[in-house]
């Protein structure tokens, strides 16, 4: 037992031995205490509570620029998304045009082309017999525009449009229907105006020129004037105021306020009176067959007034030539026409054999 207690311990010995003589060895290390460690947790305990703290506080105390900030990234976040869709969107509907534009130059192309082989087909059969009719009736209209507006001939076109609704009215066509209104409507206008017989106006003119030379001139008008009787003389009246009043009695002193009193014509100016007549005369003539009223007024109206004032009215021939140039000048040569072109319009619509809408109109 004292053996054992006196001898060291087979480490320690070892220790020692290895040791430096005359050193200790360092004493052995520990860990961290639990203190330590409790210390440290309370502070990160403090330090997460004061964060929280100060952001709460932070979130109550300002809440508006919290609200604007988010409002703010809200919006930006918007911008961005409409002008991502509105970017898409342009470019589909770019392609959409493009595509578009495309298919209706291809419809176009093939109704040109349709058109074309129709026609060519139409043109290889013979003409049928409503085809006859309705070339027919489209001359008819034609002339029936030109003589009306160049010519204005009312009644001649008049016939020609009644002609034309005739042919129609032979085909027994419902289609013509739109054409027939307008001819019915063209007939009503021109049956309205009142009809001026230009040729029988003209005729009556050149009769009354062929009688110019038969007018006889204005002959002078002899008056009876009885001579005043002098006045009494008186004894106070001397020789010299008698001999007065018989020179005055010699002479008469006539007065026209209205009118001078012209000389006769001779007979050179007598032929120059027929030349100008008949020069008149044929104005107005002219001015008639140019329906132009304000011409034809004039013209008649001088030849009115060169009757009147060089030829003798008492004669039977100048005073029914007179009373003709009376009625002739009352006469308007002049009235408003209207338009009868929406029949022959009508008419070259129905006659396209195209689908594209017709481009001849008349004007």
């Given at each position: 037992?004292?053996?054992?207690n ?23 290390r520990r ?9 440290v ?21 300002n809440?508006?620029e ?24 342009t ?8 595509r578009?534009?495309?298919q209706v ?31 027919e009736v ?10 009306l ?29 739109p054409v ?7 007939i009503?206008a021109l ?45 106070s ?10 020179l ?16 006769l014509?001779?007979?050179?100016e ?9 020069l008149m005369f ?5 001015a ?12 008649v ?9 060089y ?18 000048e ?10 009868i ?23």
């Open positions: 037992m004292s053996e054992l006196e001898s060291p311990p087979e480490d320690t010995a070892i220790q020692a031995s290895d040791s430096p003589k005359g050193e200790l060895s360092p004493p052995p860990g961290i205490s639990g203190a330590v460690l409790f210390l947790g309370i502070i990160a305990l403090v330090a997460a509570g004061t964060s929280g703290y100060l952001l709460y506080l932070y979130q109550t105390a809440p508006l919290k609200l604007a900030g988010d409002l703010a990234v809200f919006e930006q976040q918007t911008q961005t998304v409409q002008d991502a869709l509105l970017d898409q969107l470019g589909l509907r770019d392609s959409v045009n493009e578009l534009t495309q130059a291809e419809v176009a192309a093939l109704k040109q082309q349709l058109s074309a082989l129709r026609n060519q087909q139409i043109n290889a059969a013979a003409p049928t017999r409503r085809e006859w009719v309705l070339a489209e001359y008819l209209l034609r002339i029936a525009n030109h003589r507006v160049l010519e204005r001939d009312a009644a001649g076109a008049l016939q020609m449009l009644r002609a034309a609704d005739q042919n129609l009215a032979g085909l027994e066509d419902f289609s013509l229907t027939r209104a307008q001819l019915a409507e063209e009503l049956d309205r105006i009142k009809q001026v017989d230009m040729q029988g106006i003209f005729l009556k003119l050149d009769a009354l020129k062929n009688e110019i030379d038969q007018l006889p001139l204005r002959l002078p008008t002899y008056t009876r004037n009885t001579p005043s009787q002098p006045a009494s003389t008186e004894t009246t001397s020789l010299w105021q008698q001999f007065m009043e018989r005055k009695s010699a002479f008469e002193f006539r007065r026209y306020d209205k009118q001078g009193v012209k000389p014509l001779s007979p050179q007598a032929g120059y009176l027929e030349l100008n007549l008949r044929e104005r107005a003539q002219l008639l067959l140019r329906r132009d009223a304000t011409l034809y007024q004039s013209s109206g001088d030849i009115l007034r060169w009757i009147e004032e030829i003798n009215l008492q004669d039977p021939t100048a005073e029914q030539m007179h009373q003709v140039l009376v009625e002739l009352q006469v308007d040569i002049e009235q408003a026409l209207p338009d072109s929406g029949s022959l319009n009508s008419l070259l619509q129905l006659r396209r054999y195209s689908e594209e809408p017709v481009q001849e109109t008349v004007e």
